[in-house]
């Protein structure tokens, strides 16, 4: 589990003007909303969810160091023992082009509650692949083997129910 050691040790992890922190505590689960509802992984997305899945993955929020406006975002979701799967690295527009991507996926390879896992993966689009491989990824060893359950239209389907849930259609 995360420790406040841990934590406080990158709550500060500065880069030109930014910095990268861990603290839950700085997260806006609108804001984290704001970022991904223009990904295309995450379009439609539910604000519930957001808070949920901040709940319960190790976060990281790339901030604006005058501000601390919530600029990028990055998440893993792990055992911390074997497994890490990072998943929705995002920079927002305005703030693209500074390294501030290579520099997060930097700071979550080098956490210290993630070192010596087994595994790391993730999925990403054929254009940001290149970022990924400077980090030691590459396409998995055996695809053939690797199964999943994808459904990219659950949001809306949730955004469905949650409307008919709440004017009892």
Known sequence: ???EKSESKFSNLNYKNYF???KKSLLSKQKVWSLL???FWSKNIPIEY?????????CFGI?????????GFGRVITDYTTYAYVCDITVDPKHRNKGLGSTLVKTIMNYPE????KTWSLRTTSEAKKIYEKFGFKIAEHPDTQLEIN???IYCH???VNLHKKYNL
Do not use: P
């Not at 957001?50 to 190790?58: A, E, G, P, T, Y």
């Not at 901030?63 to 600029?71: A, G, I, P």
């Not at 993630?114 to 896992?117: A, C, F, K, V, Y």
């Open 1 to 3: 589990m995360l420790s």
């Open 20 to 22: 990268i922190s861990t």
């Open 37 to 39: 509802r223009e990904c």
């Open 50 to 58: 957001v808070q949920r899945f901040i709940n319960h993955s190790l």
């Open 63 to 71: 901030y604006q160091t005058t501000n601390k406006k919530l600029v």
């Open 114 to 117: 993630l070192q010596g896992l």
């Open 151 to 153: 459904d990219l239209e």
């Open 158 to 160: 949730a955004a469905f």
